[in-house]
């Protein structure tokens, strides 16, 4: 079974540009997460897809921050304008649905310079 | 405070070693529990859950004691293999929200 795929593995930027990371869960996965986690802690959720609907986004800072997952499938993250405390690692993960264990990808690692 | 807590550590323990983390959590409506395994520059994945009667998987134990809100995972005869982050993680009856703690560092020296 192929695992929750993400990209780009590495992202560099400068302040202020924009930046999108790719997710692509495992199959027939129908819930799906972004994650942010900073060096030294534990992952932070930023948003939680059931299909197409965003059910979480509580903690997503919407003035910067976008996601989408049109068809229930793949989903995108945007940033913009990025700021230099936006570097992290975004992991994206994926679960068969709300009861069942998550499987992460092995991450975005953004560096805002 | 955060909702989850664990002690950063590292804890550095010889090959063949016994060693303990401990968890606690805040919010008493947490329902279900879990230890992630993150390496180096890798995803978390789930090592395994915890049950209320406690489990054991091999060299590796987790208790739950609810009334103190806190979690534990034993790792007995300690692996080179075994160093790594440990994630507690809590989750709510709400969807599959997952809080997760900071992470223990083991490294298991020869």
């Known amino acids: 079974e192929a695992g929750v795929v993400q990209s780009p593995r590495y992202k560099i930027i400068e302040k202020k540009q924009p930046v999108a990371f790719w997710c692509n869960p495992i199959?027939?996965?129908?819930?799906l997460y972004w994650y942010l986690q900073n060096l030294g802690q534990g992952p932070e959720l930023l948003i939680r897809?059931?299909?197409?609907?965003?059910?979480?986004d509580s903690q997503l800072p919407k003035d910067r921050f976008s996601a989408e997952r049109l068809k229930g499938v793949d989903s995108t993250l945007k940033i913009q304008p990025a700021e230099l405390g936006d570097s992290a690692v975004y992991l994206c993960?994926?679960?068969?649905?709300?009861?069942?264990?998550?499987?992460f990808g092995n991450g975005t690692r953004l560096t805002v310079t | 405070r955060k909702e989850v807590e664990q002690d950063p550590g590292p804890f550095n323990v010889p090959e063949g070693a016994t060693v303990a983390f401990n968890c606690t959590y805040s919010?008493?409506?947490?329902?279900?529990f879990f230890w992630y395994r993150q390496d180096c520059r890798k995803e978390p994945k789930l090592l395994m859950s915890?049950?209320?009667s406690g489990n054991e998987d091999g060299r590796f134990t987790a208790q739950l004691n609810r009334a103190s809100q806190y979690i534990s995972l034993l790792i007995r005869d300690s692996k080179l293999s075994d160093s790594a982050t440990y994630l507690c993680?809590?989750?709510?009856?709400?969807?599959?929200?997952?809080?997760f703690g900071g992470g223990t560092r083991l490294m298991v020296k020869p």
């Open positions: 993960a994926s679960s068969l649905d709300t009861y069942s264990p998550l499987h």
């Open positions: 199959s027939g996965h129908n819930t």
């Open positions: 897809y059931e299909n197409e609907e965003a059910v979480d």
């Open positions: 919010n008493s409506a947490s329902q279900s």
């Open positions: 915890v049950y209320s």
């Open positions: 993680v809590v989750k709510r009856n709400a969807g599959n929200m997952l809080t």
